[in-house]
């Protein structure tokens, strides 16, 4: 995973590389930016994320302009974000944000296997849900494209903690700490359109405990 590409130089206290934290990570984030040149240019697309073993996935309708370009072999960086806490500090040069978050470089490839990709999004997004719904028909599947990034070259970055004031500032009036920040699931909404006899199953009420 360290190359010097991925070698965290800022803060590189702040620096992981082995698999179990980035793992960790990519496991409970569901949402990646994924950054490539197209045409010459910067792009960057955000994007639901899967980890299956050793790769990350992507998947998306096989005409989009991100699927297409990365289904080209072009190089590309993919970074999850996990929001923590504001850290409020008693200067305003201080204050900052506990987060983890992982960059990984290198190209994507197709994967052949898109009936299994899209239950592994299904069940990463609700685990259990896979079993309930109607799956892919031929025709969804060949709108369909999965893309996997090998992990093999990236970097996990982790700020946790206090905020870390000046030594003259820890005197001033002004309150600091961290209001810690997370994002959860709420009481489900079932659609207008659900059928009236059908009751919230176990595998949606589990997300909300
Ligand atoms: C939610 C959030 C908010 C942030 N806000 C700011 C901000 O406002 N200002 C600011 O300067 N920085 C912020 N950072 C930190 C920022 O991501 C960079 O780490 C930092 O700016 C240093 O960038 P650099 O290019 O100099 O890093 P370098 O240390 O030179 O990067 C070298 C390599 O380290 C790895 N790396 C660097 N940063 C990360 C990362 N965050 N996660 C995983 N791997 C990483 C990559 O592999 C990269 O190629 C924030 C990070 C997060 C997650």
């Known amino acids: 995973m360290l190359t010097q590409r991925t070698k965290v130089r800022r803060n590189p206290s702040r620096g992981r590389h082995d698999r179990p934290t980035i793992d960790a990570i990519l496991d409970e984030a569901l949402i990646a930016h994924v950054a490539w040149v197209h045409e010459g240019r910067p792009a960057v697309i955000p994007t639901l994320i899967a980890r299956d073993g050793d790769d990350v996935l992507i ?25 923590d806490g504001l850290v409020l500090a008693r200067s305003a040069f201080h204050h900052s944000i506990n ?13 052949p296997d898109k009936e299994r990709a899209l239950e592994i999004f299904t069940e990463k997004l609700i685990p259990g849900r896979w079993e309930h719904v109607r799956w892919p028909t031929p025709q969804e599947l060949k709108g369909t494209a999965a893309l996997a990034l090998r992990i093999e070259e990236g970097s996990a970055k982790i700020r946790t903690g206090p905020p870390a004031d000046d030594e003259e500032d820890y005197a001033l ?33 589990d997300l909300t405990l």
């Open 173 to 205: 009036d002004t309150w600091a700490g961290v209001v810690p920040l997370t994002v959860r699931p709420l009481t489900p909404q079932p659609d207008p359109r659900l059928r009236p006899d059908i009751e919230l199953p176990v595998h949606v009420r």
């Open 59 to 83: 998947h998306g309708s096989s005409a989009s302009r991100t699927i297409r370009g990365l289904q080209h072999g072009l190089e590309a960086c993919v970074e999850v974000t996990l929001v």
């Open 99 to 111: 987060y983890r978050s992982v960059v990984l470089y290198g190209t994507l490839r197709d994967v």
